[in-house]
């Protein structure tokens, strides 16, 4: 009886652990693993329909604009760009000419309608002279005027 | 020839119980104290010497417990896979148990990496946790720790056990580069590499050796705590051995 | 002490430019926890020893009361 027991606790304990390292593999894979999609996927027509999903890109510069409690902004990938509004706390790290994952529904107009916005960071850490040092280096270097951070 | 016997010579000798409880027990004091000071210099650079970031500000400081969790947490589970092979092919005892004593300072670290990053993921992305692959992929590497945990604990006997928690070990050191690589394979919140063996740091130079101090520390804690537990272990599997009697009656004249 | 640092004052030390809840958070989770990991790994080995003692000294009445 007793290592009957011991087979069954064995058969049963490994099969919840690959159940539940399966079940988390399935969520992941659900959306494809990637956890948004560009604009330029949005502009191929690759974005769900009736169904919320997450765009990622960078936020124009310049285009943050805030009407009463609701943000309106732009997601761009440089190539594509998604009219995003937002009504919420952002982020910290949100801001002009950085990176953003949104999180909507596309309206009929083409408004993305985020109802939750993420901000994304790069993986560059260094003391705010350093950053300055670099920003005023690049704009000696390329003119004035030119987009920094271009990656999102 | 010679020297292959010579070395799988020294290997058997290490491997037995009875030759590594003794140096393990020795061994402990000296990694404590060299986790001691890497953790007194690692948080001294993190917290006192590091500048501050350009755009988290002193939020960033989390990267000096975060990073060296994760980075445990994946080298832990190697060197348990590593162990369990070993214990698998080669029938050592020893290897078995070095196996079983890593995975619960493994499954810590990988607690910690997901604790840490939900800390430094509110308030920087504005969420604790999403589905992303990179963080989706070091759950499951908790998840496994746990399997096999539970798979070893529910089998009475220890040599089945072992190998049982051997395959479950290897089949999930699949998960290792799905972690590492998940940022430049998939589209994720998480960024990318600050540190890799194939660019530069991008990181300050007094913000990198605090991380790679506290790297250190947590390393040498692990190996610590490993230590610890597996003469815990020895001593749970070898009861009945003579050397294990012995080895009593000689503390019990010691502490009379 | 904290002269030479990053910080003018204990009080700014500790509010981590407002990040204070996180940062101190996730020290904290590590502090606790490789505190007790450790313990519980103490506390193991001796549970091993005690319980061998035991089964020596039962080991010992045995042969003992057979003896006698």
Redesign the interface.
Known sequence: MKPRHKRAALIVGALISICVAAMFVLRALDSNIALYITPTEVAAGKAPVDKAFRIGGMVKMGSVERKELTVHFIITDTAKEVPVAYTGILPDLFNEGKGAVVQGKMDAKGLFVASEVLAKHDENYMPPEAQHAIDKAQSAGTGAGTETGAKP | MTTTNRLSQIFYHYASPATFYPLAGKMIPVFVVLAALFGIAGLWIGLFVAPTDFQQGEGYRIIFVHVPSSWMSMFIYCVMALWAGIGLTMNTRLSSMMAQALAPTGALMAALSLITGALWGKPMWGTWWVWDARLTSELILFFLYIGFIALQASIDDPRRADKAGAILALVGVVNIPIIYFSVTWWNTLHQGASVSLTKAPAMAQTMLWGMLLMALCFWMYSIAVALIRVRAIILERERHTEWVKQLLAGEKHAGA | M?GH???NSAAE?FA????GF??W???L??AV??VI??LM??A??R???R???R??LAEQLNKETKES
């Open positions: 904290l640092s990053q910080w030390f981590m430019g407002g990040y996180y940062v958070g996730s020290f989770a590590c926890l490789m990991e450790p790994a103490i193991r080995q549970a091993a020893l319980e061998l003692a089964e020596q």
